[in-house]
């Protein structure tokens, strides 16, 4: 509560525009950057993932995991969107990017970020704590050490897109742990499904109006909150499925273009420059008569 406090000072003091009350991560603790953009992932996956962040402050991490612990996932923020689905996912980047590999811990199909919600909306501030809570355990399976933990929500009712926050975890070893080769734990962690990707430009897309996304591939850690319709036939369009994620597809158009262009610019540039040193090496000639 501390924390989140001195975020929201931060929030206030630092002027940082809070869209409408887009729902967000309040617990685990995110990146305080996660607070400069509570909108949507862009639909050409050009903020993916985590807003965009690349700078990711791991100072006072506030999120410290022991295996077999349970967590608990809140968020805050009105604009719900009659609830959802939402994964929780881990990288173990330091400094996730497009080809980051986002490993399933925990799916919750329906009811998320707020259960029993007969309105679309919770009111509309930007900053009010949802009264959901989702507990889900640790798996003991993943590496000790930094890692970087995601969530990721489809809304019920709203247009199709995605959102998506991250935080800094610290993982630590749980009391009791059997002596399983820390090898053996991360092919378990390499095992888990990848997180579903959809309406961040990777072709598929969610159709949201009053289903809830029932993840092809959730893992083995869900919960089913059966208030919502999970209609599988009725949910997506596109080419979708756990292998339809970013990091497998490398570059998208978008991307390619851009770096096209850059490559074109910094070739013209690169020719410009080359030329003006050229005439300068003339001139300088000419002036100075051996
Ligand atoms: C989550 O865990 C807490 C503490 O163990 C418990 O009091 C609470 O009822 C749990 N909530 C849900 C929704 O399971
Ligand atoms: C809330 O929804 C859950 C399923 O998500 C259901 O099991 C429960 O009975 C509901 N509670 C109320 C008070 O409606």
């Given amino acids: 509560m501390a924390i989140s406090m001195r975020l ?5 003091g630092l002027k940082i525009p809070i869209a409408h009350g887009h729902t967000f991560m309040q617990n685990p ?16 996956g050009s ?7 690349t700078e990711y402050d791991r100072a006072g991490i506030a999120n410290v995991w022991k295996r077999g612990s349970q967590q608990y996932l809140q968020a805050m923020g009105g604009a719900t969107h009659g609830g959802g689905s939402c994964q929780i996912s881990i990288t173990l980047d330091p400094k996730p990017n497009r080809q980051s590999q986002w490993r399933v811990i925990h799916s919750i199909e329906g009811g998320c970020p707020i ?15 949802l009264p959901s809570i989702y507990n889900f355990t640790v798996p003991n399976w993943v590496p000790i050490g930094p890692v970087i933990m995601a969530w990721t929500w489809y809304g019920r009712w709203s ?16 009391p009791q742990e059997p002596d399983v080769p820390e090898s053996v734990r991360l092919e378990k962690f390499h095992a888990a499904p990848l997180v579903f990707e959809a309406n961040n430009g990777n072709g598929c897309w969610t159709m949201n109006q009053g289903n809830c996304v029932k993840f092809p591939n959730p893992g083995n850690s869900v919960e089913v909150n059966e208030e ?40 013209v540039v690169g020719a410009y420059l080359g030329c003006l040193r050229v005439q300068r090496h003339r001139s300088l000639s000419h002036r100075s008569p051996a």
């Fill in 228 to 267: 919502c319709p999970l209609d599988e036939l009725h949910q997506v369009t596109g080419t979708c499925g756990p292998e339809h994620v970013l990091a497998k597809q490398g570059w998208s158009g978008v991307h390619l273009m851009l770096y096209q262009a850059m490559a074109a610019i910094a070739l």
């Fill in 159 to 174: 247009v199709p897109e995605m959102f998506m926050n991250c935080a800094p975890i610290m993982v630590l070893g749980g």
């Fill in 8 to 12: 929201l000072a931060a929030m206030i």
């Fill in 115 to 129: 259960r029993n919600l007969t309105e679309v909306n919770y009111g509309e501030s930007p900053t009010v704590l």
């Fill in 29 to 44: 603790v995110p990146f305080p950057s996660q607070y400069l953009d509570n909108g949507p992932v862009a639909k050409d």
């Fill in 47 to 53: 903020n993916w993932p985590c807003s965009g962040d």
